[in-house]
């Protein structure tokens, strides 16, 4: 199981680290929100060092199927009706000045960066379509309603958002972390304050930046409570459809489309960490149906963070901390989100002030109703009886017949079939 991105593309490698360090800003995990914070910061000339347990960009980076979009689903008719026009209005800024970043960097990298229109589907409901573009045009983004697609089903519609991106994740990261203060397979086993503290030596920082997925301090931030984790699957198929643009379904079990090269990336089935699901054998039944002279080059999942109110945690790790912080919770919509968060966070650690920080503040109102579901998910595992117990928060875990692993459905950790930690927010092997 390898994501199309690795089979196509060799990583740069780098060392481990093995002495005591000081640094004014480290930075916690090696994907694509970590790489592009240290990047920013050296730019700044800020000293830093990023750490990573394995190599870089190996987990969820690699398993992204890498839109860069700020069209993040049917989401600003739920800003609006959630939060205020104001709210709507600057997480699209905010994700416009993502993608405008990411367009500017790219335009000199050899990483396959392509402009596409993207549009979110619905198979069956009109009226989601309606509310959505009435949101986007009472926030002044000028969206456009398409009954026609080209897509190999019936749909209701999609909203069109023209002039997206596209690119292969890997080669940009080897475009850009080249010089970086990088150390690889330097695990961070437990923070004492400001002191990091890895298996060959402890570093003393005057600002931490947590980036690792899903953020492993448990005793702030209740991310356990703010967070659960979503999987979704995807193939690549040789000789299918060139779908002439990026599509993905209102419903997160639905299907999601783009090419690369000569590649369809058929992805979705998604469903909670822990849960049962279609995986990629609803998935190989759809391609059998729609492209049946269609083969599959390979295939992989992907494993994502969820807020609770479909929107990032970007900023100081809890209200309690200081000159501590983290970037998580990013709703399937990681390079945008990484980007901003990369953004955000050097600014931060500068003292700079910047206008979507409040927006994003991990701290802000957590009474919504994802945090109910996620409590009684953790207390209907927590009295499940099972031999294999997460050592995150002590959850039953559950084994997962397509994968070979041992799943936990209230945060999302993941362990192989000898107990060797895959996803976190566990730190440790069972």
């Known amino acids: 199981m390898e994501s199309i991105w690795m089979k196509n593309n060799k990583l740069l490698s780098f060392p481990q680290l093995k002495e005591n360090k000081k640094t004014n800003v480290l930075i916690i995990g090696g994907g694509m929100a970590g790489i592009l914070t240290a990047y920013f910061l050296k730019q700044s000339g800020i000293d830093c060092i990023l750490v990573e347990k394995n190599k870089i960009c190996h987990g969820t980076t690699a398993g992204t199927t890498a839109k860069i979009t700020f069209q993040h689903g049917l989401t600003y008719h ?23 970043t990411f367009a500017r960097l790219c335009e000199n990298l050899n990483c396959d960066y392509e402009i596409k229109d993207n549009y979110v589907y619905s198979i069956d409901d009109n009226q989601k379509l309606e509310q959505e573009l ?22 209701a519609g999609a909203i069109k958002f023209p002039q997206q991106a596209q690119f292969h994740p890997l080669k ?100 909670r960490t822990g849960k049962e699901s279609g995986n990629w054998t609803r998935l190989r039944h759809f391609a059998e149906q729609y492209y049946p002279h269609a083969k599959e080059y390979c295939y992989w999942a992907a494993q994502d963070c969820m807020s609770l109110d479909n929107m990032p945690y970007i900023g100081q790790y809890s209200s309690r901390t200081v000159r501590l912080y983290t970037a998580s919770g990013f709703n399937k919509w990681g390079m945008t989100g990484s980007m901003l968060s990369a953004i955000l966070l050097c600014d931060i650690v500068q003292e700079k002030q910047n206008a979507f920080a409040d927006l994003f503040c991990p701290s802000r109102n957590i009474i919504k109703p994802q945090l109910f579901i996620n409590g009684l998910e953790s207390i209907t595992n927590l ?38 930690v895959l996803n976190n927010p566990a730190n440790k092997d069972l």
Not at 201 to 220: C, L, R
């Open 78 to 100: 739920k800003l609006l009706k959630n939060g205020s026009l104001e709210t709507a209005q600057k997480y699209l800024k905010a994700n416009q000045l993502a993608f405008d």
């Open 172 to 271: 940009f990261v080897s475009s850009i972390a080249e010089n970086l203060p990088i150390y690889e397979n330097t695990f961070v086993k437990e923070m004492h304050g400001n002191i990091a503290v890895t298996d060959f030596g402890e570093i003393t920082a005057d600002h931490v930046i947590v980036t690792t997925h899903f953020p492993f301090i448990n005793k702030h931030g209740s991310y356990f409570l703010k967070l659960y984790q979503h999987r979704s699957y995807v193939l690549a198929l040789e000789n299918a459809q060139d779908v002439k643009g990026m599509y993905v379904d209102d419903n997160k079990t639905g299907f999601t489309f783009r090419n690369y090269k000569n590649y369809l990336l058929l992805g979705g089935c998604g469903h």
């Open 383 to 420: 009295l499940s009886i099972s031999k294999k117990r997460c050592p995150h928060l002590g959850c039953a875990l559950k084994w997962n017949h397509a994968e070979h692993s041992w799943d936990c459905p209230c945060h999302g950790s993941r362990f192989d079939i000898e107990g060797r």
């Open 134 to 155: 009435t949101a986007l045009y009472k926030i002044g983004y000028p969206a456009i309603l398409c009954k026609k697609l080209s897509l190999p089903f019936q749909t």
